[in-house]
């Protein structure tokens, strides 16, 4: 295996081309079989995987250990790190050990309260400590100290450097709008190299938000990815849109899957449709798609849409 | 079974704890020469169900009443404005209390007026006698340990 | 005021029925202006005691008093004579009381009878909030403020996360401000929205519990 510097992801988004990223859940357990299955159905069909870290803060196999499983299997990671759990010094030693690993692309984020993880069927650990020591906007200090100064949060050295290709979210249509681009600018400012934001679907806010960040000089200084969950049913668009933060769903697109006689044919056509319009906007540099555990429907949208294939690169490039 | 037999001549004393204003003239006196039968009650006039606190009412139960039954005038009939409301929400307290120590959220409860007549309060009196008959004895008069 | 509240009934009479006479401390300040262990208190408290212990079966004789104060120790010194009565102490006073009554009295086993978990403000009444988190390292100068130490769920310092609701709750409870939207929104309100823009560095949580038990001295006011 050799060793890179640079990720397949930055490498793709420095080339111009219109980057792809898909999403995949580690399983609850410690099977590297069941990583190796999802990976298996998603092989080739994006430039980079997000592997989630205790979403929803419900106990999964880690970020890190399930992106080594998929870097062995041929697939390139994002693995997430999320506030929630560690502290600056855990954070920086499991980075110092995703780097060893061979890992390279990190994304930041704040994480879901350890509350999230009592419900439905799941008890979760609603009990538990969070910890919270440092924020994402800091999280993301933290990892570019790492790279670009070989240099700890507190102020040791290590040595030598860890490269990372550093990722954050973005949420632009949560309250307050106002802020929401100015801590876009955080995110970059601190280090943020790629954004994947939060699912969208309201193709004309999205399109406002983006103006925004290009106003602020944003859209040149990070390659802005915009999420892209495939609709699966009228009731999945209608809890979402009531339920999940900064998902706004127009009335319209509920009417459409919900008189669809092919509710999935029709929610494949409309992330089509999705991805095809943020495409055109300025500033969107590719798409983040998630099928939330139905990755085996993420070949056929990502073809659909014309993206495949993905490009490959030899060592010698 | 003695437990069972102790229940068939188990005459609830009730406390009658009513506000002034929403009782009919007599009506204390009424309820006094009234006739209880299988159960007693001890009626008490307040100048408003909104001076009742939680303590007192805990107090008469601590003292042996089997059962305290606050009644007060309507919703928008206080002439002090809230005070049935908040009557009616410390009640709720102390039913939720009772439920906690197993004594039995039926020994309180809360009925409104306006203009009740002596029969009118007996026969609250007598349901919230019913509504603690399967409860028992008040604890706190037992003598002995178990 | 730091805020307690009743622990459930059911473990307070557990704890007491094998004693014959146990004094009922209260206080009369933070306690006392949270419900929670003032004299009125006291007084709800020792008639459902002696009614639930008295439903299982156990007689116990309950004294009573309510200090100024549970952290001072000329209040504390108050209850000596009524100690001496009895054989174990409840104090519905906060932790800090509890432990003082323990220190003094040190003879006796003395049990809290409330949970200490916070610092609040008495927002209106039968409404308490959370509003400090004693983190040592006071942010108020600017948050405009408001403290995202204490109310915002995840501590954040740099701005809200992207669990604000639509109304502008927090994700976790839709009844909680998210204190983000809140400061953002007294920024917008002064013309300094930008002055959020800054990214604010980690905090330095030794200052706070996390740091270690707190000792500290003030020499000035040593005898």
């Known amino acids: 295996m050799t060793d890179r510097t640079i990720s397949n992801l930055q490498r793709v988004i420095s080339s111009g081309e219109f980057v792809v990223t898909a999403e995949i859940g580690p399983p609850r357990g410690p099977d590297p079989e069941d990583v190796r299955k999802k990976a298996a159905l998603v092989k080739g069909i994006a430039d980079a995987y997000n592997v989630t870290d205790n979403q929803t803060a419900v106990v999964r196999m880690s970020s890190i250990a399930a992106s080594k499983i998929l870097l062995d299997a041929g697939l390139e990671p994002v693995m997430q790190m999320v506030c929630r759990d560690r502290n600056r010094i855990a954070m920086q030693s499991d980075l110092l050990g995703a780097s060893a690993l061979g890992l390279r692309n990190c994304l930041c984020l704040s994480g879901d309260h350890q509350s999230a993880g009592a419900g439905g069927k799941l008890k979760g650990h609603p009990g538990s400590k969070n910890v919270f020591d440092i924020d994402s906007i800091q999280l993301i200090s933290v990892v570019k100290g790492l790279r670009d100064e070989a240099v700890q949060q507190g102020g040791d050295s290590i040595e030598p450097a860890a490269p990372f290709f550093i990722g954050a979210a973005w949420t632009p249509l949560s309250p307050s709008e106002a802020f929401r681009v100015i801590r876009l600018a955080k995110k970059i400012e601190a280090g943020a190299d790629f954004i994947q934001t939060q699912a969208v679907y309201d193709v004309a806010a999205f399109a406002e938000s983006m103006k925004k960040a290009h106003d602020r000089g944003l859209t040149e200084r990070a390659a802005i990815l915009p999420g892209i969950i495939v609709p699966r049913s009228a009731g999945m668009l209608r809890y979402m849109n009531a339920n999940v933060p900064g998902v706004e769903v127009p009335d319209d697109l509920i009417k459409r899957m919900a008189s669809a006689s092919d509710p999935g044919a029709e929610g494949i056509k409309i992330t089509i449709e999705l991805i095809n319009a943020v495409r055109e906007m300025p500033g969107v540099k590719g798409v983040h798609l998630q099928a939330i555990e139905a990755e085996r429907l993420l070949p056929e949208v990502i073809e659909g849409a014309g993206l495949l294939p993905r490009p490959s690169y030899s060592d010698a490039d | 079974m003695s437990a069972k037999s102790n229940k068939n001549c188990f005459e609830p004393e009730v406390v009658l704890l009513y506000c002034q204003h929403c009782v009919g003239d007599g009506a204390e006196i009424a309820v006094q020469s009234q006739q209880a039968c299988g159960f007693s009650v001890r009626p008490m006039m307040m100048p408003c169900s909104s001076k009742i606190e939680v303590p007192y009412i805990l107090r008469i139960l601590e003292q042996g009443a089997d059962a305290v039954e606050l009644v007060a005038c309507p919703d928008g009939g206080c002439r002090f404005l809230v005070g049935s409301l908040r009557a009616e929400k410390r009640i709720d307290y102390i039913r939720k209390l009772l439920t906690q120590i197993n004594f039995g959220a039926e020994r309180v409860g809360i009925s409104r007026g306006p203009g009740l007549s002596g029969e009118e309060l007996l026969a609250l009196a007598a349901d919230r006698a019913e509504a603690v008959r399967n409860l028992g004895a008040n604890p706190m008069k037992k003598g002995e340990h178990r | ?223």
């Open chain 3, 1 to 223: 005021m730091i805020f307690a509240e009743w622990k459930p009934l059911e473990e307070l009479t557990d704890k007491l029925g094998g004693f014959k006479k146990v004094l009922l401390a209260g206080c009369a300040t933070c306690v006392a202006e949270c419900a929670a262990g003032g004299e009125k208190e006291v007084e709800t408290l020792a008639p459902l005691l002696r009614m639930g212990l008295k439903e299982k079966g156990f007689d116990v004789e309950i004294l009573t008093a309510t200090l100024e104060k549970q952290c001072e120790w000329e209040f504390v010194e108050e209850l000596a004579e009524l100690v001496q009565q009895v054989d174990a102490v409840l104090s519905i006073a906060c932790g800090i009381g509890v432990q003082a009554l323990a220190e003094r009295f040190d003879e006796r086993p003395v049990y809290p009878g409330v949970n200490t978990s916070a610092l609040t403000i008495r927002q209106e009444s039968g409404l308490w909030a959370s509003r400090c988190a004693a983190c040592g390292d006071c942010v108020l100068g600017e948050t405009f403020g408001l403290c995202p130490v204490a109310r915002c769920a995840k501590s954040l310092m740099n701005g809200p996360c992207g669990g604000t609701r639509a109304n502008g709750s927090c994700e976790l409870d839709e009844d909680v401000d998210c204190i983000w939207k809140l400061i953002v929104d007294r920024a917008e309100a002064r013309g300094a929205l930008e002055s959020l823009a800054e990214i604010k560095k980690p905090k330095d949580w030794s200052a706070s519990r996390h740091g270690g038990p707190k000792r500290v001295i003030r020499e000035e006011l040593r005898q």
